[in-house]
């Protein structure tokens, strides 16, 4: 099966819609400018990036890189916080413009006389931000909202710098792209499966659920993994972070024999706080022939924002060559569009 992946012609016919290749140029994405500008009408005490899956999930990163100078969260449904208020920044984001949740929680921020700034591709957000004279930062409409992590990571910087809320310097995002872009070219599948680190994890983990845990600095790049792992692969998956691992999950593991359908991923940072890095051996060692050995995945990067950026690109190439190994196109996600036709029936 080794040689699979390297097939280059199997690859075009399983990958139609070129996932690997959109995958490669999401460095691209770094550097992109925008036609809006965010200008506070006040006061920020607090931010919350309203948005739904792939559109909101990138919020995450957020609390790891760049870091902001108030309280905040991503919502994923349909209302707000009870703190919301005229003080509150409310990122709306929604890469079809037409997710049901985020229309509503926009709604609900008018309300209560947020300031708010919309991130869409087009589709009824879009249109509200243009009639409503909201700041819209447009993202590129013809790729999948789980492969414009960088496009959104793009546009929430661009809105919170100049609102002053960052601590680390916003114009790293732009400075890492060509180093993003030349790791991302190792990923590649032109690169054999022996040098090509992305499809020699999706090997072992053909046929398993895929649990990626890591510490909280990289735990947005996790969490990527397992949206990937869900759509692209079409795979079930699930993370966690340390050291809340070591609070209840490594108890799960305890009672169970090492032999089940799961494979173990670790993404260990050397730049996580020291006593999580010792909670990867530690606990590795006291789940020996309890749970499968973990695929021990260290993050390329000097820097924070360099590491985040490589995990999460390095999740979607594992998801699409895994999706190829199981003989599914990995774009289309048919199921959520009946679910969508089915909620409104």
Known sequence: MSLVLDDLKMIHERDPQDALGVAGKQWQYLTSVFDAQFTPKGDIANVVVAGMGGSGWPGLILKSWPRLKVPFEVVSTYTLPDYVNEHTLVISSSHSGNTEETLAALEDAERRGAQIAVVASGGKLLDAAQAKGLPLFKVEHNIQPRMATFYFLNAYVSILSAAGLTIDDPSELAAASAWVQGELEQLAPTVPTAQNLAKQIALELVGKTAIIYSGPLLYPAAHKWKICMN???????????????????????????????????????????????????????????????????????????????????????????????????????????KFKVALDE
């Open 231 to 337: 759509e692209n692969a079409k795979n079930t998956a699930w993370d966690d972070f340390y050291p809340e691992f070591n609070h209840n999950e490594f108890i799960g593991w305890s009672g169970q024999p090492v032999q089940k359908p799961f494979a173990v991923v670790e993404l260990r940072s050397n730049l996580e706080h020291p006593r999580v890095q010792k909670r990867f051996t530690v606990s590795e060692r006291l789940l020996s022939g309890k749970r499968p050995a973990p695929i021990v995945v260290e993050p390329k990067g000097e820097t924070l924002l360099q590491q985040l950026l490589w995990g999460i690109a390095m999740g979607d190439f594992v998801s699409v060559y895994l999706a190829l190994l199981n003989n599914i196109n990995p774009t289309p996600v048919d199921l959520v569009e």
